[in-house]
């Protein structure tokens, strides 16, 4: 995306659903917004191919020839997110069984299951027409394979999905007893004498194998990979120079695929966030969710692919944008190394599941605040163009992963509340709440680069991965590891000895027994923090207690440890401390690793709610992204020369409320 030489801008354009007039208006009025690249064709394919093998590519020509004479790149969808009624019609095996054994019917989207043989020829056969119809095309920037791979189709479990899982089962184990070991087969009576008794993990009428719901969330990821690789080695073999991604959804809302396995699959790692309206900060979860974008692209650039310039439609309460919010989680994502900031979609529609969802042109057309807020922001990212392929900063290493999340999150567990990412997102939040930018890493990720490393609720975990963080605290880092943590080998099998099992000897403790608490039950401890929903029984084992229990299942127990190991020191929290006193800790720890935040103090700390990250481009040039997510105007210690105001700011000059600035230092 470096050779777009500017930021992308835009979004997913449907004028497929329009009468053609209005396509002219369309063109009209993404160029008044600044407009620099549009994603076609995502839910094309009814229209593209209507009657099997035969093709209607003429108004899709036309819109092309129309983007590119407005001197707007394309991100051409293959157009095979959603097979068109023809095909579930002529096929019906290919629509997606859930684990009860109900066929889902077509009406929706995604309606395929992963494993399709059937589905994967006809998706096949159309990428190959639009690669030899598109190729060429002049305005092709970037190829853009399926949509959202895992939504709604994440999980099929007809008997062709059951027979694919087997073969990769056999590839994965070999020989039949490796399989049964794995799984824990000797337990209740689960013990497998061939290959053809084994199932995906169908409703069963007491809870199934977790291994085998673990091995078949690996495999279901897997088989939409392998799906997205075959639509991409197609374009691949018609424009080797075209660069080709597929939209993920690492965040909230979102958990799977295994997307470390999928990052080095893309050309260019595309994200797509929504906000999580029920959540008043959650714009902090937009930068984490920017941050493992960020992670997945191995620390280059990437591009938000798709945010909403408004309310969406998906959500129980679907909360609409503030004005100056939609500038500010742009913002953000650029911040945090997005080149650009794309949407769903260009227009809101009149018709359809979405038509409640906000677009760039809202149902009230172009004389709304929010088609003048987005031609500010066309504005905005165009100065913002020597800031495309810069490389973000950062000083500390949070480890993140599906497989841990899908092991934690698992049922018959010892509590319901303790949840991966929100866990996850209490500790990224008090780096937010610190001022400190976090680069989020795969276990077993190297850590040289990093004084700080945080491990929160890393339920499982290989022993090789622990061993990198073991081997980076030895040489000199901080680590910071909370409950739940390394219990769990790659098979799901409990490490006997006493918990943290793969982090014991790092953390020096012993953990005996997991004390969850009820449900609004609250602890305290000796420092006056307050803790909910877990508390264990902890026996110091080279660690020192930093804080105690002093009420609940284990008082007097620690509850906050700190060993000593080689150069560096392990801290391990026992429990889930309420947000500020989590905070409290995190900065402690981040003190002892001397980590300083983005914004220079100058003995004042840095205004809470406002978010400071540093870009150093190619060239050299460092940027500072401020953004002021308060009501209030706050002085910052920054100087140089605004981009987004073109003027210079000088230290203790005040950013306005709900602003944002971009200053090269
Ligand atoms: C995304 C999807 C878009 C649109 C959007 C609505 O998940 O890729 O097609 O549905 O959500 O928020």
């Known amino acids: 995306m470096r050779n777009l ?14 009468p053609r007039e209005t396509w002219a208006d369309d063109l009209r009025l993404m ?51 959603s097979p068109p009624p023809w095909l579930t ?20 989207r995604q309606s395929w299951c992963p494993s399709s043989d059937v589905f994967r020829a006809h998706a096949v056969r159309l ?9 060429d095309h002049p305005g092709l920037a970037l190829w853009h394979v399926g949509n959202e791979f895992g939504a709604h189709n994440a ?28 799984w824990g087969t000797a337990f209740w009576s689960q013990r497998y004498s061939d290959w053809e008794q084994i199932l995906p993990p169908r409703q069963a009428p007491a809870i199934g194998n977790p291994t085998q719901a673990l091995d078949f969330r690996r495999f279901s990821s897997d088989a939409l990979l392998a799906h997205y690789r075959a639509e991409r080695d197609v374009l691949r073999r018609h424009t080797p120079d075209v660069p080709v991604t597929t939209n993920f959804m690492a965040m909230w809302a979102q958990k799977d695929l295994d997307y470390w396995s999928w990052a080095s699959e893309v050309d260019i790692v595309t994200n797509d966030h929504y906000l999580r309206a029920g959540d008043e900060d959650a714009h902090v979860e937009l930068a984490l969710s920017a941050d493992i974008s960020r992670g997945l692209a191995g620390g280059d650039t990437w591009l938000l692919m798709e945010h909403s310039t408004s309310a969406v439609n998906w959500q129980p309460r679907n909360v609409a944008k503030q004005p100056g919010e939609m500038l500010r989680n742009s913002m953000q994502h650029v911040a945090r190394g997005s080149d650009g900031a794309m949407f769903f979609q260009w227009r809101a529609s009149r018709a359809g599941a979405e038509k409640y969802h906000s677009a760039l042109v809202p149902h009230a057309g172009e004389d709304t605040s ?6 500010d922001l066309g504005a905005a990212l165009a100065a913002l163009a020597p800031l495309v392929g810069a490389a973000v900063q950062a000083d500390v290493a949070l480890v993140f992963d599906w497989q841990a999340w899908w092991a934690c999150d698992a049922p018959a567990h010892p509590t319901v509340d303790l949840g991966y990412y929100d866990t996850v997102l209490a500790v990224y939040t008090a780096c937010w709440h610190a001022g400190v930018t976090v ?27 622990a061993t990198v963080i073991a081997e980076r605290v030895a040489a000199g880092a901080t680590a910071l590891i909370t409950c739940f943590s390394g219990i769990v080998d790659e098979h799901d099998h409990v490490r006997l000895g006493g918990y943290p099992g793969a982090f014991r000897e790092l953390v020096g403790v012993v953990v005996e027994e997991f004390h969850p608490l009820r449900r609004a039950e609250a602890v305290t401890l000796d420092d006056g923090s307050r803790a909910r929903v877990w508390t264990e029984r902890v026996r110091l084992r080279g660690a020192e207690a930093v804080a105690h229990f002093t009420d609940g299942p284990v008082p007097q127990g620690p509850a906050v440890t700190r060993a000593g190991h080689g150069e560096g020191s392990a801290w391990y929290l026992a429990t889930q401390l309420d947000q500020p006193h989590l905070d409290g800790l995190v900065q402690r720890v981040l003190d002892e690793a001397g980590v300083q935040p983005v ?7 840095p205004p809470a709610g406002v978010e400071a990250v540093r870009r150093v481009a190619l060239d050299g040039s460092v940027y500072c992204v401020v953004i002021n997510h308060t009501e209030q105007a706050v002085p910052l210690n920054v100087d140089g020369h605004d981009l987004l105001r073109e003027e210079d700011v000088r230290a203790g000059d005040a950013l306005a409320a709900g602003a944002v600035m971009v200053v090269r230092t």
């Open 5 to 18: 030489g500017r930021m992308a801008f835009g979004g997913d354009y449907n004028p497929e659903q329009w």
């Open 31 to 81: 160029r008044r917004a600044g407009v620099t690249m549009m994603t076609v064709g995502v839910f094309s394919w009814a229209l593209l191919e209507p009657r099997e093998d035969d093709y209607d590519f003429g108004w899709l020509d036309d819109v092309l020839d129309g983007l590119h004479g407005a001197g707007i790149a394309i991100d051409l969808a293959t157009a095979t997110a």
């Open 89 to 108: 019609t002529a096929h019906p095996e290919i629509l997606p069984v859930t684990a009860d054994g109900t066929r889902l019917w077509p009406g929706g």
């Open 127 to 135: 990428v190959d027409r639009m690669a030899t119809r598109y190729g």
């Open 155 to 182: 999980h099929c479990y007809c008997d062709v999905s059951a027979a694919a899982f087997r073969g990769w089962l056999r590839e994965r184990y070999g020989r039949l007893t490796a399989l049964n070991d794995a």
């Open 370 to 375: 929010t088609f003048r807020e987005v031609c």
């Open 439 to 465: 680069d989020v890493v795969a276990p077993g990720a190297p850590l040289t680069d990093y004084d700080v490393v945080l491990v929160p609720t890393l339920h499982l975990v290989t022993d090789d991965a």
């Open 599 to 605: 914004l220079p103090r100058d003995g004042t700390a």
